[in-house]
Structures are given as C-alpha cells and as structure tokens.
C-alpha cells in the first residue's frame, strides 16, 4: 500500500499555504485509499517552538484532516540519522568532507559567485575543501559535512510538475548533510524520515524542488528506492512573494480565533485547485471525490489575504 504524509514544520505557525499543502495530501491520499501518516519536523531545534507542535496538530484536525496512527516526532528518529550520517563521513570513504568555510568565506572565494539557477538556493558552493577527508583534521575549527553532489543529471516524474532533471554538481553544487555537532540537517533527516516511516509518496510544496534532487542524491548512495513525489503549487501574496507577515495574518490560529469556520478555509482551497466552481464552505472530507491531480495548477496561486474571509 502507498503511504504518504503530513510533515509540518513547528518553526512557527501554519498558514494558508501549509493548509492547502495538508489538505491535497488529505485528500489524494484518501481518493486512492492510501495511508497517511503525520510526523513533526521537528529537528532544526534553534527555530523549533514548542507550542507549535500542538498548534499544528490542533490545526490540522480543525480543517477536518484525518491521518493515521499518531503523529510521530523527527526527533525520535535520531538514532538512525546517527547511523546513515557514519556511513557518509566513516564507511564511505569519500563520498562527504569535512568543510570549514564561513558563509563569509564561500562569498569571499570568488569574485563572481556563481549563484543557482533555482530560485532561493543561493551560491553553489566553490568546492574550497573539497580536497579534505574524513578524518582530517585541518585546523582547530568547527565544520559542517558536505556531500559531493552528483555531476550527473538526475530525473524525476513530479504528479504536478512532470519530468524534472538537474545536474546537481552543477546547479546545486556539495551540499552539507551535518553541521558542526554532527546534526543531521534537513536534507538528510527526511531521506532517514522517510525511509523509516515507509513513505513512498511524498507530497509537498514546489518551494522543495531543488532538495529533492539533493535528496535523490542520498538515496542512490544509500542504495535505497526514493518515493514518488507530488510538488504543489504554493500560495503567494500579491507581490508574488511566498506568504508571510507582510501580507497580514493567514495563520489557522488567527482564522480560528477570529470565528472563520475551517470550512471557509477548505472551500477556498478546493476553488483554488480546481476542485469546486465557487470558493463556497465545504468540509474537508466530503471533497475528496472531486481531487484531481490533472486539474491541479501548476502556477503558484495569488491571494489577496486582507479580503479572503471578509463577508463583503
Ligand atoms: N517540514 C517541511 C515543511 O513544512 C516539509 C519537508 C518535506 O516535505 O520534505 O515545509
């Protein structure tokens, strides 16, 4: 049986976008009768706040999302990221080094840094310590492990998005997969995640594209099968920028707070993906008849918040 999942992040609280990502893994999952389970990820600790954790589930359940079992915590996982983190930086050999450069550092080392094409990925990585090996010990400085990306195209069929292919030593450049503490970061907790939790379908806002390359990357050296995956348009403000506080509150708390029924919230949703002809309240678990991943835009949906769940 296919499994997939929900996987909010309680670095903060879940907005709009991450409620129409809930809601289509809601809804495909239970259309094809697959299961759906709910992890926190809730590893990047320094930006993990406690009550967010609850808030999510507590939001969740309020727009009606039913998954199965109990939600699980990344956290819980940390002996085995330990475990596949050993075997990239000891029994591998070479397959990730050690490198001491700063941000300031990897900006400084070129005059012209060559920047990614995927938007937001920021500057490749010029390879400064590429030539270090585990167990070197170069200088007295902290450091974080990076990956050596595959210089070969790597391909995909997105639900969504179609064929999607990347060189990722080219466009993404080596990656880190710890920092300095021997954290796993996020890149190789959720092929550890995923792994563990059996997930072969992973459904997930477009924003993650270029990591799902940096992740097909892990699952080849670990010669594991990667899920399938679905990623979804995301919800912009009318600036075109992904939603955040300057486009006023779109946290579910808020809405609940302010007495808008978590059906306003799934029927604007279900307008938005193509699923209903008017933007009209609707519970969750009556719509997942009328999902339809042909139907599912491609393009990234703009909202204009301060009029979403006004009455005029
Ligand atoms: N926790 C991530 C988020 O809330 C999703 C990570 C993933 O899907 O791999 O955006």
Redesign the pocket.
Known sequence: MTRTRL???PTGAQHLG?ARTHLIAFWASRQAGDELVFRI?NLDSPRVKSWAIEQAVEDLRWLGIQWDGEPILQTDHQRHYQQVLEFFTETSGNLAYPCYCSRKDIADAQSAPHESEFRGEGVIYPRTCSGYRPGDTIRNEAHCWRLRAADETLSFDDAVLGRQSCNPARELGDFPIATKNNQVT?QLA?VVDDFCQEVDF?I??KD?VA?TFRQLDLYRHLDRPAPRYAHVPLVLGTDGHRLAKRHGDTRLSYYREQGVAPEAVVGWAAHSLGMIDKPEPCKASELIDQFDWSKLPAEDTVVDTERLFSDD
């Open positions: 996987a909010p992040s991450n990820d996020y959720v992973v997930r806002g993650l990591s």
